[in-house]
């Protein structure tokens, strides 16, 4: 094309090799057979697919090496139903590739352009539509057209409002106020600081009347993280020290991040990771981040104890829980 | 009646009232050309029809409710829990439904096939240059079939409503939450209300099983439609041209051989499900928002965007009260939005660069196309690094590594890795090229030691058959494209800057091994 070279010339299609079943009728005849033989595998498919639904209790487990203690009713179905289907394929492939013409046919392809001729009848039918139309000529239709189908627009819209409310300030809210009781999850039961041992987590909530019917809307801002370590084991200021308890410290257990539960702790390292985003925090310095994607320390609730000893909240969150959002920093 | 008979009757019967017969007379000869990497789309389209048939069947047992309710079937360690209807539906299909563990695991096997058939068809499309013009219009139908199937996976393993899922869709909330100025209000609208609320399962219901799949449906049949129109495109060869279609006709080749991959890829995938467990939701628990399990994994689709997340730099700009969450929108919709708009757009990117604006029927060998190669095997590599972050957790507990050193190996390796990707594929196209033309010029390496009257051994090589010397040569080698920076009357052209990018990049995009010509091969007979 942009060079004078001469190109290799194009030898053609390559002379048809006939197959052995095209020329010899016992190889066909192999072939026919071979086919057969293939559908009857997957006939044998199905009625193992039937035995093992009606025949086979789903409490039976058989050891199977490798895959170790397989459910038989299941593996039985399974199996039954793959072999039946495998070998409609298989079979029909065979056939085609066997006995079914496999000479290559050559097909012309065409230019999808049209003729330039029914190009421009075509252009000249759409003005003339649009000129019949008046489109052009009559702006005010045009316009008011344009501004009616805007408008509707709108409709499906306003009808999709009711989607859900809207958010308020119930995302920088949670369940805990001032004074309000930790409970254990599971359980809802108070807790006392000598529950928790140095060096054990546990996932609390606040109290509420009816723990039956705590919403998980509400356990997705309220989870807190109990931790306990030996006070001289913190590195916090004098404020945030302030807000722990004889080495128990609460952070929200809702990921700064993306809302995960940060649940791993790691006792050694005294560091919280989150198994979603690996986002770490370092629970002696007020679960500043360390590593991962986390761009804000997890919120610390401040916590003492009553006259029995039972842990309380002395004040709510003073800043909003998990992910961050485009409000955030309004309040 | 025989059998011709009866048909007979049936044909007259439809081709009074419809006039069909010319039309399918025509189309039942149509030839179909043959290669087993055109089968990667067809996986797809198969699975697809297994997703219909499996998830059909899930939904008469599914109750897609977020209603609480105590678990009273039959899997002991659950027994008595409180749970959404959906988990315990769910884990009914999976214990009290006989088949319905099978079917269960088929749909979700079959979306990982389904997905996994995707992106190796897009693959195979992408380099052998089968999306050039006339069709960009089906690349771009692709690119929208890939995205929605990574949307429709996702809410598909959402709706168990188990740990595992919730997390996901924990996540997914953050992401709309995320959304500059409207983020808080669409995350309330999608959730009826604060997360998780008791909408969502129900409404990713309706999009999973009707939305979606009506969108897939009308995609797919558009993708087939234009297949079939433009006819597909076919592996230079010899006696193949741009003007032909070198293959199997339709009826009866073509026909028993995809019909028959259609039950072997449905036989595959009851395998599959039959002996690999995958999902165990019942191992998960019910969602709670206060609990997680270690190595929350999403499915290998989403694994490199979880992967972008996860070695996002902790960015969080605090400006005029307001937050704007950079480890967030750029992991989650920056880059992804980049790399998808660009992928749709790269059929219309490549022909600026080369200035070609001709129809191609005949596909490119990778090698002959060195710069999309190489572009393509950059992408898959950023794309591979990501995925490799996204099972950070997993890789560190096998590899006895630390999550750390995969992490900041995956941040440096996603900037460094994918350019050096696409110098070492370029390099190895124009060796392969060059290695091409060693064949065609001097012959194959027949491996026979000659020793000649004077002691020296050589080693014999033997003529390539004129088919292959064709088909190592009849590709095109265009020229650069040249863009002067002034015109015929000594002016400068307008957007200076916009041509000596297109220029530099075509100058790069048409590096090529010179082939080999008639006139070469002349030239070493006369030796």
């Known amino acids: 094309m942009s060079n004078e070279i001469e190109a290799i010339k194009d030898p053609g299609l390559p002379a048809h090799v006939h197959r052995k079943a095209d020329t010899d009728p016992v190889a066909a005849k192999r072939a026919e057979r071979q086919v057969a033989i293939l559908f009857a595998i997957s006939a044998l498919g199905t009625i193992l697919l039937i035995v093992s639904y009606l025949f086979i209790p789903d409490d039976v487990f058989i050891f199977i090496p490798v895959m170790g203690d397989q459910n038989a009713h299941q593996l039985g179905l399974g199996l039954g139903m793959a072999i039946s289907l495998f070998f409609i394929g298989m079979g029909a492939i065979h056939w085609a590739k066997t006995l079914m013409p496999d000479t290559e046919v050559v097909a012309q392809r065409h230019e999808f352009r049209s003729p330039d001729k029914d190009r421009k009848e075509f252009v000249e039918a759409v003005k003339s539509g649009v000129d019949a139309s008046g489109l052009g000529r009559r702006s005010l239709i045009k316009r008011s057209l344009g501004a009616a189908l805007g408008l509707s627009a709108l409709s499906p819209l306003l009808l999709l409002r009711d989607l859900g409310p809207l958010p308020g300030n119930e995302l920088e809210k949670t369940t805990w106020k001032s004074g309000t009781y930790l409970v254990t999850d599971p359980g809802n039961r108070r807790i006392k600081s000598s529950d928790l041992e140095v060096g054990s987590v546990a996932q609390v909530l606040p109290?509420?009347?009816?723990?039956?019917?705590?919403?998980?809307?509400?356990?997705?801002?309220?989870?807190?993280?109990?931790?306990?370590?030996?006070?001289?084991?913190?590195?916090?200021?004098?404020?945030?020290?302030?807000?722990?308890?004889e080495g128990i410290i609460a952070f929200s257990k809702i990921c700064s991040h993306m809302g995960c539960a940060v649940a791993l702790y790691e006792q050694q390292t005294k560091h919280l990771l989150c198994p979603c985003h690996q986002s770490t925090f370092d629970v002696t310095r007020a679960a500043k981040v360390i590593f991962g994607p986390s761009a804000r320390p997890l919120p610390q609730l401040d916590i003492t104890v009553d006259s029995e000893g039972y842990l309380f909240a002395r004040k709510p969150f003073s800043e909003p829980v998990g992910p961050s959002f485009w409000e955030r920093d309004s309040q | 009646m025989t059998v011709e008979h009866r048909l007979g009757s049936v044909a007259n019967y439809v081709d009074e009232r419809t006039g069909a017969a010319a039309w399918m007379k025509k189309n039942l000869q149509k030839v179909f050309p043959d290669h087993w990497s055109f089968l990667l789309g067809e996986v797809a389209l198969y699975s697809f029809i297994i997703l219909l048939l499996s998830g059909t069947f899930l939904t008469f047992w599914f109750d897609p409710s977020q209603r609480e309710v105590i678990y009273e079937g039959s899997y002991e360690p659950l027994e008595g829990l409180k749970m959404s209807a959906a988990y315990a539906s769910t884990l009914n299909i999976s214990f009290e439904v006989r088949g319905g563990l099978l079917m269960r695991q088929i749909?979700?096997?079959?979306?990982?096939?389904?997905?996994?058939?995707?992106?190796?068809?897009?693959?195979?499309?992408?380099?052998?240059?089968?999306?050039?013009?006339?069709?960009?219009?089906?690349?771009?139908?692709?690119?929208?079939?890939?995205?929605?199937?990574?949307?429709?996976?996702?809410?598909?393993?959402?709706?168990?409503?188990?740990?595992?899922?919730?997390?996901?869709?924990?996540?997914?909330?953050?992401?709309?939450?995320?959304?500059?100025?409207?983020?808080?209000?669409?995350?309330?609208?999608?959730?009826?209300?604060?997360?998780?609320?008791?909408?969502?399962?129900?409404?990713?219901?309706?999009?999973?099983?009707?939305?979606?799949?009506?969108?897939?449906?009308?995609?797919?049949?558009?993708?087939?439609?234009?297949?079939?129109?433009?006819?597909?495109?076919?592996?230079?060869?010899?006696?193949?041209?741009?003007?032909?279609?070198?293959?199997?006709?339709?009826?009866?080749?073509?026909?028993?051989?995809?019909?028959?991959?259609?039950?072997?890829?449905?036989?595959?995938?009851?395998?599959?499900?039959?002996?690999?467990?995958?999902?165990?939701?019942?191992?998960?628990?019910?969602?709670?928002?206060?609990?997680?399990?270690?190595?929350?994994?999403p499915d290998w689709y989403m694994g490199w965007l979880d992967g972008l997340v996860r070695m996002a730099p902790p960015l969080e700009t605090h400006a005029f009260g307001h937050t704007i969450s950079w480890n967030i929108l750029i992991?989650?919709?920056?880059?992804?939005?980049?790399?998808?708009?660009?992928?749709?757009?790269?059929?219309?990117?490549?022909?600026?660069?080369?200035?070609?604006?001709?129809?191609?029927?005949?596909?490119?060998?990778?090698?002959?196309?060195?710069?999309?190669?190489?572009?393509?095997?950059?992408?898959?590599?950023?794309?591979?690094?990501?995925?490799?972050?996204?099972?950070?957790?997993?890789?560190?507990?096998?590899?006895?590594?630390?999550?750390?050193?995969?992490?900041?190996?995956?941040?440096?390796?996603?900037?460094?890795?994918?350019?050096?990707?696409?110098?070492?594929?370029?390099?190895?196209?124009?060796?392969?090229?060059?290695?091409?033309?060693?064949?065609?010029?001097?012959?194959?390496?027949?491996?026979?030691?000659?020793?000649?009257?004077?002691?020296?051994?050589?080693?014999?090589?033997?003529?390539?058959?004129?088919?292959?010397?064709?088909?190592?040569?009849?590709?095109?080698?265009?020229?650069?494209?040249?863009?002067?920076?002034?015109?015929?009357?000594?002016?400068?052209?307008?957007?200076?800057?916009?041509?000596?990018?297109?220029?530099?990049?075509?100058?790069?995009?048409?590096?090529?091994?010179?082939?080999?010509?008639?006139?070469?091969?002349?030239?070493?007979?006369?030796?």
């Open chain 1, 207 to 245: 109290e509420i009347a009816d723990p039956e019917h705590r919403k998980l809307s509400d356990i997705a801002k309220d989870a807190v993280l109990l931790i306990r370590l030996r006070p001289q084991e913190f590195n916090l200021e004098p404020d945030r020290l302030a807000m722990t308890h």
């Open chain 2, 107 to 297: 749909h979700h096997w079959a979306a990982l096939i389904f997905m996994s058939a995707i992106v190796a068809h897009l693959l195979r499309v992408f380099f052998t240059g089968a999306f050039r013009k006339p069709r960009e219009g089906n690349w771009i139908i692709g690119i929208g079939l890939l995205t929605l199937g990574i949307v429709e996976g996702f809410l598909g393993y959402s709706l168990p409503d188990d740990l595992l899922s919730g997390t996901g869709i924990r996540i997914a909330e953050a992401i709309i939450q995320a959304i500059p100025v409207v983020g808080s209000y669409l995350a309330y609208f999608a959730f009826g209300g604060a997360f998780p609320g008791e909408a969502f399962i129900p409404r990713i219901y309706t999009v999973h099983v009707l939305l979606l799949p009506g969108a897939f449906l009308a995609l797919i049949t558009a993708h087939l439609m234009m297949v079939w129109y433009q006819k597909h495109t076919q592996f230079p060869g010899p006696g193949r041209t741009e003007k032909n279609v070198v293959g199997y006709p339709l009826m009866p080749t073509y026909m028993a051989k995809a019909g028959g991959f259609f039950f072997i890829v449905f036989g595959v995938t009851a395998f599959l499900a039959a002996v690999a467990s995958i999902n165990p939701i019942w191992l998960y628990g019910p969602y709670t928002p206060g609990q997680i399990s270690a190595g929350s994994q």
């Open chain 2, 331 to 527: 992991p989650g919709l920056i880059v992804p939005g980049i790399l998808f708009t660009g992928m749709a757009l790269y059929p219309f990117i490549e022909s600026w660069i080369t200035g070609d604006k001709r129809e191609h029927h005949l596909l490119d060998r990778p090698r002959n196309a060195p710069n999309r190669t190489a572009l393509g095997a950059m992408s898959l590599t950023f794309i591979l690094v990501t995925l490799i972050n996204g099972g950070n957790d997993i890789i560190a507990t096998h590899f006895d590594l630390s999550i750390n050193q995969i992490m900041w190996g995956t941040r440096f390796g996603v900037f460094i890795l994918p350019p050096i990707a696409f110098v070492v594929t370029k390099r190895l196209c124009l060796s392969l090229q060059r290695a091409d033309r060693e064949l065609v010029l001097h012959g194959r390496e027949t491996g026979t030691l000659l020793r000649l009257p004077h002691g020296e051994f050589v080693e014999v090589h033997e003529p390539i058959s004129p088919e292959k010397a064709y088909l190592l040569t009849s590709h095109e080698q265009a020229p650069p494209l040249e863009l002067p920076a002034v015109d015929g009357h000594g002016v400068k052209r307008a957007g200076a800057l916009r041509n000596k990018l297109r220029s530099r990049m075509s100058i790069a995009n048409a590096e090529q091994v010179t082939k080999v010509s008639a006139d070469d091969l002349k030239e070493i007979e006369h030796h």
